[in-house]
């Protein structure tokens, strides 16, 4: 190696170990990490590494940031607007028994998380769990917990539904319906929400034997419906514009969209909100109540990693890994080629379970790249890096469930128990995660090698 290439992967796995160990400041220790390799490449201490402020800054997808703050903000709204609530005390109504009850919630926190942020879905429908479980004299951990789990595992499923899923449409050139189908083959969301019906099953067997009956009466007052109905035009706006090709991909003379569209959409229809509601209530507080709940820790966490990873590119560190990986796949055989795929998913998993799944999969997706042109080179095939991606986020965006600190869902929901004097053990919380997130993984992982090789 050279020295370009061990300054790199050296400041690239110390920023990725202090993060690791210090979880509350990662933001700034990604910046701090950027702003170092901006230094090192605009002081051309390395004579073979250029990389300026301007080219940081172009590494930077303001698209996706837009897209995280735009949704963010509407889905405050929406929050605000007691709907959830509604939808949850409805779903509540149906159910005759303890363990009917936290499969239905399980489930539709899942279904909500599809298409509103994880966390915002634990924190929405969380309160009403604990609400019905203190009328029944019951603990709420398993049902707090199973619905975090569930929320997280359905992440995936959708464009809007996670951070991750907008990063993996970015690198590979993704929009809105192809979670749907793409390239003529079932996309995301049928393997997510198959993994998910086969998760749901677990939780409902774990729950066998809970058959208290469920008494709940009276339904949260929902008086404004229109933070509803944006967050409804947002995702429908996001799937018409999938239509409409990017520069990239539009023939000559076609209209194409900017880069930057979704993220305008998703900041329009929260800045249409934002507008209505200082109307309504003739005050701007809530501009300020909105603004708060955007999660800035996550976008600054983005902005730096983005600027991190574009560094590492530049000095060949994606290139070295990526081959490292590769080369794992042997001679290109179709065995080959499902063992490389299995450490893909089954590394994430791990990896996931200990360290958020955004910085790892903002990682490996340049990463992913790199192995599948490697591997169609060699086998001779046209392997679609589709099985890769795909791979990458069912191992991420699932695994993060197997331990309370590998998902910032499991995480609120264990702070919304501890503020109710609820203290959860990790072998408390391991004990319906396990189950749940192989049976999950599992599902996914199979399917996704059927679907794609």
């Not at 990239?248 to 929260?270: E, M, R, V």
């Not at 990693?305 to 081959?323: Q, R, Y």
């Not at 053990?425 to 599902?443: H, K, N």
Request: aromatic letters at 12%; hydrophobic letters at 55%; a negative charge.
């Amino acid at each position: 190696m050279d020295l370009l290439t061990i300054f790199a992967l050296i400041l690239f796995v110390v920023t990725y170990v202090l993060m690791f160990t210090f979880q509350g400041v990662r933001p700034y220790i990604a910046i701090v990490s950027a702003v170092i390799f901006v230094i090192v490449g605009s002081a051309g201490i390395f004579p073979a590494f250029q990389y300026t402020l301007m080219d940081a800054l172009g590494e930077i997808d303001w698209n996706v940031i837009m897209m995280i703050a735009g949704t963010m903000g509407t889905v405050y709204l929406f929050i605000d607007s007691k709907m959830p609530q509604l939808l949850s005390d409805i779903i509540i109504s149906k159910v005759h028994s303890v363990k009917w009850m936290i499969f239905a919630m399980s489930l539709f926190a899942g279904i909500v998380s599809a298409f509103v942020d994880n966390v915002a879905t634990v924190l929405m429908l969380a309160p009403v769990a604990l609400a019905v479980c203190k009328k029944l004299n019951i603990s709420p951990v398993p049902a707090i917990i199973c619905m975090s789990i569930s929320s997280n595992l359905q992440g995936a499923a959708t464009l809007v539904g996670d951070t991750t899923s907008i990063l993996l449409a970015k690198a590979a050139d993704l929009d809105f319906m192809s979670f749907f189908f793409v390239d003529g083959k079932p996309g995301m969301f049928w393997v997510t929400e198959a993994g998910a019906l086969v998760a749901s099953l677990i939780i409902l067997w774990m729950f066998r034997k809970e058959n208290e009956a469920v008494d709940f009466e009276g339904r949260t007052v929902v008086e404004d419906k229109v933070p509803t109905v944006l967050l409804c035009l947002t995702v429908i706006s996001l799937i018409v514009a999938s239509f409409i090709p990017y520069k990239s991909n539009a023939a000559p003379g076609q209209f194409y969209k900017p880069d930057i569209t979704n993220g305008l959409l998703c900041i329009f229809f929260f800045v249409v909100g934002l507008i209505y509601e200082v109307v309504r209530r003739k005050d701007v507080d809530v501009v300020k109540g909105a603004l708060k709940e955007i999660d800035y820790y996550t976008i600054a966490l983005l902005m730096g990693l983005f600027v991190v990873i574009g560094g590492i590119s530049n000095a060949g560190i994606i290139d070295l890994i990526g081959n490292a990986l590769a080369g794992l796949s042997g001679n290109g055989s179709r065995l080959s080629i499902f063992f490389i795929y299995t450490v893909v998913v089954w590394m994430s998993v791990l990896f996931s379970a200990f360290i958020d799944n955004i910085p790892y999969t903002a990682t490996m997706l340049p990463v992913v790249a790199v192995i599948t042109e490697k591997i169609s080179t060699t086998s001779g095939m046209d392997v679609s890096p589709n099985l890769l991606y795909f791979g990458l986020l069912v191992g991420a965006t699932l695994g993060g469930n197997l331990t309370p600190i590998g998902a910032s869902a499991n995480i609120a929901g264990i702070g919304i128990l501890r503020r109710e004097g609820y203290k959860v053990e990790s072998g408390t919380f391991m004990r319906f995660s396990i189950p749940v997130t192989l049976a999950a993984v599992t599902t996914g992982y199979l399917l996704l090698w059927v679907i794609w090789m």
